[in-house]
């Protein structure tokens, strides 16, 4: 006969083992939580100009991540073209992906266009504004003026990373290409974009700074 007794250590059994799946369900939703998502935003030099698909930078920097044990997803954000105007007017529907951290590459494009550095500065100031408004760790990664574009002119632009960096309190990466930029065996025929060893090259020069960003969050 089933008495109310067992009835009753019959419904606890049952509520026990309802609260460990519930409690196992919520650490396995939050453990998927948990992966970081990394955002690396910016021009071709972040699109992979000229590169066979899977080989541009945000994908041998997942590779490069995924080695070194980090549970991190790599968003590629970059438009071929543009500009730190383009940036500032697409950053909001970028953001929509919701990452954790990000990585800024734009100005090589105002460069290419003799854009006034002034500009350049407001519009990343204002891209940075926003991200500070959202909690979002940034890595500023800075560009440097060729000197065809006359002293003056590459004192105005290559201050514009250190000082931004100083202003916001950011993680810098001095100069995106350094290393590559220049050097005919890693960049493509252009001479502007650099090839698959060339971002290699990149990785691994920017991975220890990638690295502090991902460990503020």
Not at 21 to 35: E, T
Not at 53 to 64: C, D, K, M, N, V
Request: glycine residues 10%; negative net charge; aromatic residues 6%.
């Amino acid at each position: 006969m089933f008495s109310a007794k067992n009835f009753c250590q019959a419904s606890a059994q049952r509520l026990l083992t309802f609260a460990a799946a519930a409690v196992m369900l919520m650490a396995s939703l939050s453990g998927a939580a948990a992966q970081q998502k990394l955002m690396v935003y910016g021009d071709s030099l972040v699109a992979g100009y000229g590169l066979d698909a899977g080989l541009g930078f945000p994908e041998q920097l997942q590779s490069a991540l995924t080695a070194a044990g980090r549970d991190i997803r790599v968003l590629n954000a970059g438009v071929s073209g543009d500009t730190t105007a383009g940036g500032l007017a697409r950053l909001d529907w970028a953001l929509a992906d919701r990452p954790d951290a990000i990585i800024i590459v734009l100005g090589g494009n105002d460069l290419l266009r003799g854009l006034n550095p002034a500009q350049t500065r407001d519009n990343l100031r204002a891209m940075l504004t926003r991200l500070r408004m959202q909690d979002i760790a940034v890595l500023l990664c800075g560009m440097l003026a060729p000197v065809n574009l006359g002293p003056d002119y590459r004192q105005q632009f290559d201050s514009i990373y250190p000082d931004l960096a100083t202003e916001f309190g950011l993680e810098l990466y001095p100069f995106f290409l350094e290393g590559v930029a220049l050097n005919p065996r890693l960049n493509l025929l252009d001479g502007l974009h650099p090839n698959t060893q060339g971002v290699a090259a990149i990785t691994t020069n920017i991975l220890p700074y990638v690295t502090r960003l991902l460990d503020k969050e």
